[in-house]
Structure formats: C-alpha cells, structure tokens
C-alpha cells in the first residue's frame, strides 16, 4: 500500500505533496473539489476527516492523519535529508518552526480569511480583519528574524528541511505580497529557494499554481 494525500489547490496539502516527492515516498493523490463541497460529502466526513477540511494523509495501514504540521512531520522522518537528526544541535528548532507554522500562522490566516468565523457582527469585521493582517506581520517578522540571524537562505543554512518547505507554503498565502516581501526579504529568499526544488516545482504544477 502507499500513502494517499487528499488535496486542493489552496489548502495545505502543498507542502506534504512535496515532501512525498522529495523523499521519493509512494503516494497517490485524490483531488477534493471544495467548490462543489465535496470534503463536506458524507462519504469524505466518514472515512476521512470528520470535520470535513483538507487536506488529509491516509497511511498505508489506513489510519489517517488531518493535521498538515503532523504530516510534515511524518514525512521528515521518512526522508532523513528533510530533518535534523533527533539528538542533533539542530532538532529542537526545527520542531519547534514546524509547530510554529501550525500553532501562530496557520491561526493568524485564519482570522484573515475567516474573519466571520471569529467575529459575528459584520459591521465590526473590516476592522477586525486590518487587526489579523497586522498580527499576522508580527508573527512573520519572527521568522524574519530568525533567518536574519542565520547564515540562510534557509532556518539552518544552505539545505532545506521539512520545517522550510511548510513555512514556505504558510508565506504564500499572505494576502500582500508586495508589502511582505518588503518587511520579510529573508522569507521572501527562503520560499524563493524553495520554490526552486524540483519537487516543489512539481507540487505547484500538481495544485495549478505558479512556480515563479
């Protein structure tokens, strides 16, 4: 059996398809059409994410895993080259990064996106959503600082790791590319070498986005 990556073309499932093609990892793909509501299906809440978002990574033994922080580490672990050692000087950083992505970005998108998820008075979400753009820069500026005190592009120099490839995904999503490449030109430097990967170059294609 092999690994089955559930995925759409906006959803977190671009940094676990290129881990699984990095690391060479056998793995299929299934599409699911959010725009026709299809991770909402019965079939989908059932036997893949009961909640019902994407993206999910079914295991060979049939369990799957809902969380894309915990595919991206899952799929380290299957490709060495994608994460330092455990015991080595590196590793609690690179864990630490991962969780970073999931736990303070992936949140602050939220808020930007999803505003009315957060916030029931319509006329007070303008302003709620310039709060999570703004909170969403603080957050960044985290990561800027944190490459500009390394020797770059990448978070531990001249290769990438799994931690990389994740914040690189998250730095697409930013809803002013111009104005965050201006705050965060190591990010910008970091997710332009990522871009660079073969597997990610063909993660993009596979999810329609550009690779430039």
Known sequence: MVHTLYWSGTSGSLAPLCLLIEGGVPHDTVQVRTKEREHKAEAYLRDVHPL?????LRLPDGRVILESAAMVLHLAE????LAPEPGSVHRPLFLQWVVYGSATLYPAYLRVYHVEDFVPDESARPAAKNLAVAGLAARWQVVENALAAGPGPFLFGGSASAADVYLAMLALWHPDKEAFSAACPKVRAMKDAVWKMPSMRQALRHHGQPTD
Do not use: D, I, R, Y
Not at 52 to 56: E, L, R, W, Y
Not at 78 to 81: M, T
């Open 78 to 81: 299957l490709a060495p080259s």
């Open 52 to 56: 019902g978002t994407v993206p999910a």
